[in-house]
T-cell receptor, first 112, second 115 residues
């Protein structure tokens, strides 16, 4: 039990598909994050939510759309993705913006 | 701009040998510093953190790290490596701005352990 659960673990989708990634945290944290991890590159922060409000969007293309209905759940809606979007997408949560992050195990996304 | 550098992309050590993974950061003030480990197919797990106080911090799994302000470094060490330590290690720094901290990661160091 990592405290942060991501589903699905693996996802293969075509460029015209629409899918969603789900993240749930059981830690009572107030901040949630989406990171993209590509091979040979540093982790890229995509979005930050603090008390359900989006506080950061790091110039992420609009084909990625986050949703945070409450402080325990975070979604990443995907549509018309490109092959270069294939990566490991990690969700994380923290008590506040200055506290250590707790990560889920990620969703391995492959865009064909 | 704030940054984190891990100079070694890949390191191989023998089981039982000592280990040091390097991390340098660029930030004007005293940062919060972290080391995370990622095993294959897993998310990142926090090994240890430095916020203030004693510059030598102890973490889980027998790891420790030392903050050296003069060298802007936060190197990770372990006296005797086990085969299960093979993983990727990430150094990270929290920088501060109006809305709270922003976590910046290094590129990671992949550790292989020889029997």
């Amino acid at each position: 039990e990592t405290g942060v659960t991501q589903t699905p673990r693996h996802l293969v989708m075509g460029m015209t598909n629409k899918k969603s990634l789900k993240c749930e945290q059981h830690l009572g944290h107030n901040a949630m994050y989406w990171y993209k991890q590509s091979a040979k590159k540093p982790l890229e922060l995509m979005f930050v939510y603090n008390f359900k409000e989006q506080t950061e969007n790091n110039s992420v293309p609009s084909r990625f759309s986050p949703e945070c209905p409450n402080s325990s759940h975070l979604f990443l809606h995907l549509h018309t993705l490109q092959p270069e979007d294939s990566a490991l997408y990690l969700c994380a949560s923290s008590q506040d913006r200055n506290s250590p992050l707790h990560f889920g195990n990620g969703t391995r996304l492959t865009v064909t | 701009a704030q940054s984190v550098t891990q100079p070694d992309i890949h390191i191989t050590v023998s089981e039982g040998a000592s280990l040091e993974l390097r991390c340098n950061y660029s930030y004007g003030a005293t940062p919060y510093l972290f080391w995370y480990v990622q095993s294959p197919g897993q998310g990142l797990q926090l090994l240890l953190k430095y916020f203030s106080g004693d510059t030598l911090v102890q973490g889980i799994k027998g790891f420790e790290a030392e903050f050296k302000r003069s060298q802007s470094s936060f190197n990770l060490r372990k006296p005797s490596v086990h085969w299960s330590d093979a993983a990727e290690y990430f150094c990270a720094v929290v920088t501060f701005y109006n809305q709270g901290g922003k976590l910046i990661f290094g590129q990671g160091t992949e550790l292989s352990v020889k029997p």
